[in-house]
Each structure stands twice: as C-alpha cells, then as structure tokens.
Nanobody, 122 residues
Framework: QVQLVESGGGLVQAGGSVRLSCAAS????????MGWFRQAPGKEREFVAA????????YYRDSVKGRFTIFRDNAKNTVHLQMNSLKPEDTAVYYC???????????????WGQGTQVTVSS
C-alpha cells in the first residue's frame, strides 16, 4: 500500500499564491507518476497536473497552464504544486495522486490522498 499526505492548503485572496505538498510513503519502490486532482463543491473531480518519475513529461489542464507548476523530489518521495495568480474558480479540495503507470495518473490513479482545501476569495 501507498499512503499520500497533503499539506499547504488554506484561504488566499484572488491573485495570491499557495504551494501544496504531498509526501508518499509505504510501497513506493520503483518509478511512479504523481499528480493532483481537485473537486469543487457540486462538481466532479477533475485532473489538474501530473509529472512522471523522470520529469520528462508534465501535464496540466488548460485552465491552470501558466499559473500552476508541478515539481517533485524523488529522493524525498514528494510532489508539490505551486499555484500562482489564483482565481475564485480554483477553490476546491485538492487531492494528491500516484500511479505506477504514467497514463493512469491522469485518468484513474490508483492511490489518493485525503485532500486539502484551497479557498480563493474574491
């Protein structure tokens, strides 16, 4: 099993920045992709960003391109999401995800964290 623990959420004003972090533990041997999903109130969960083990592939949903940056530290089994120029529509619970298959991490990741709330006020 793999455990994912997120941190860094909170309340921020529109235009501000927040950095989310996620630490993976447990059976994290081998290479794996990590990423982030989010779910806003009354909406379906949606993909936000993902990064492969070697960092040679990074993906973002269109609405966050140019504002969000995902990066990872393989030695520490962590992934981070730097979110800049935040908008009220970015308000959601953000979930860290992990999968040993790169493509799955963007569609149906196997492992999920508990989520951390990000609220952007206008």
């Amino acid at each position: 099993q793999v455990q994912l623990v997120e941190s860094g959420g909170g309340l921020v004003q529109a235009g501000g920045s927040v950095r989310l972090s996620c630490a993976a533990s447990g059976r994290t041997f081998g290479s794996y992709a990590m990423g982030w999903f989010r779910q806003a109130p009354g909406k379906e969960r949606e993909f936000v960003a993902a990064i492969t083990w070697s960092r040679d592939s990074i993906y973002y949903r269109d609405s966050v391109k140019g504002r969000f940056t995902i990066f990872r530290d393989n030695a520490k089994n962590t992934v981070h999401l730097q979110m800049n120029s935040l908008k009220p529509e970015d308000t959601a619970v953000y979930y860290c995800v992990l999968d040993q298959v790169d493509t799955f991490v963007r569609v149906s990741p196997r492992y999920w964290g508990q989520g951390t709330q990000v609220t952007v006020s206008s």
